[in-house]
């Protein structure tokens, strides 16, 4: 009996080893296990260790460890056979020079992967300076193809959490055709001057949300494209920027339905744009709907409150034709602060398809210019008004609706 129960407890003992060691051989580290040096380019050895931990039947761990390592343009790819984390805590750094970038590539590119995650703490350093000034696209109403930081193409359950983008050369998210991806204590930092360098894009993705995050850039904080749907922005600081954006929509044929957008308790501070839908005119046909922007604090914020089916950023448009893009179901509350224009509340509609079920609720909105006190523009659509409104609602001369 004590024999039996003595090989019993050896073996239960080697079964936990066994696991140990199996848990053991599912990190896969760079540095300890693939030779990756600091201030050494490791696109070789990170494409190598996901090529293994994405083959492994059990969940892994690719770890890059603290310390500054350079990276050249890489596109990470699924399906894996089991989930896969990322724990980043060095800085990686992209390639500064122009030419030695593919035009067709991004510089790091998420695809085809189910329950991903990436935390640590780290930073993708775009090294985006040199390539802001080469590309205005306001001035020349051309955008050169540049790399994002990071593109998240077809992820389903994934969380990228304590990870920062800094200084991308054009977007520093782009989030394409994803399911049920969140983004969670995300950092953002650029120069307000740094053009076209959209903090996160959203397009053709459903149930995405941006949580807890600070985004400092010099395009949209969030700009959300056709298809997006169930996308939710809570507790975001925004600034500097251009705001966080619905669009622009209309401008390709068959874009997809935008519905189911919710923007709640954020901070935007210092802004070209607070919150607005955009639309271009002489547009192709589409539609955005159900929109809800909620407990916002606008700080010095130009253009607070915006709809514009009227976007043309170049001059290059033909207003005179209405926008195609119908807007309904849209609603601004209990959105107070400061506003850095006179006009703090623009909702401005297609004169073709005007907007349907726009409610503004609870607005505080104070100007301190030599101008005057605040002012609001309506122009297409007859908004729901509801509780305090200042500026006074629609307080410019009435246009049709």
Request: hydrophobic share 35%.
């Amino acid at each position: 009996m004590g024999m039996m129960t003595t090989i019993s407890i050896k073996s239960i003992y080697m079964l936990l080893l066994v696991g140990y060691v199996a848990a053991q051989d599912c990190v896969f580290d760079l540095v300890a296990k693939y030779g990756a040096k600091p201030d050494t380019e490791i696109s070789e050895a990170l494409l190598t260790a996901w090529k293994e931990a994405c083959a492994a039947p059990t969940p892994s761990t690719i770890v890059i460890p603290k310390g500054t390592f350079l990276l050249n343009q890489v596109s990470i790819e699924g399906p894996c056979k089991a989930p896969i984390t990322l724990r980043l805590e060095a800085i990686l750094k992209a390639p500064a020079d122009l030419a030695q970038l593919k035009p067709d590539l991004e510089w790091v590119c998420f695809r085809n992967i189910d329950q991903f995650t990436m935390t640590g703490g780290g930073t993708f350093d775009g090294q985006g300076k040199a390539a802001w000034a080469n590309n205005d696209c306001k001035a020349t109403g051309k955008c050169n193809k540049l790399p994002n930081n990071l593109s998240l193409n077809f992820l389903t359950n994934t969380v990228i959490q304590e990870i920062t983008s800094l200084d991308s050369k054009l977007f520093h998210v782009n989030v394409l055709g994803c399911k049920n991806i969140s983004f969670v204590r995300f950092t953002i930092t650029a120069p307000g001057d740094s053009l076209n360098t959209d903090g996160i894009h959203i397009g053709r993705s459903t149930g995405v949300k941006i949580m807890e995050s600070d985004i400092k850039t010099g395009d949209d904080c969030v700009s959300i494209g056709d298809g997006s749907q169930q996308v939710t922005i809570e507790k975001v600081t925004c600034g500097p920027g251009h705001g966080i954006a619905v669009g622009s929509l209309g401008k390709y044929p068959k874009e997809e339905p935008v519905v189911g957008i919710f923007v709640r308790n954020c901070t935007i501070t210092g802004t070209d744009n607070g919150v607005r839908v955009k639309t271009w005119p002489a547009s192709e046909p589409g539609e955005a709907s159900d929109i809800h922007f909620e407990d916002i604090i606008m700080n010095n914020v130009s253009n607070p409150i915006l709809i514009d089916q009227e976007y043309c950023p170049s001059g290059q448009c033909t207003k005179q034709i209405p926008s195609k893009v119908k807007i309904s179901k849209v609603s601004f509350k209990n959105i107070r602060g400061t506003s850095g224009t006179q006009l703090a509340v623009k909702i401005v509609c297609s004169q073709g398809i005007p907007c349907d079920c726009v409610e503004v609720a609870d607005i505080d909105l104070t100007y301190n210019g030599k101008e005057g006190p605040a002012t609001s523009l309506c122009a297409n659509v007859k908004p729901t008004f509801i509780g305090k409104i200042n500026p006074p609602a629609c307080a410019a001369p009435a246009q049709p609706a």
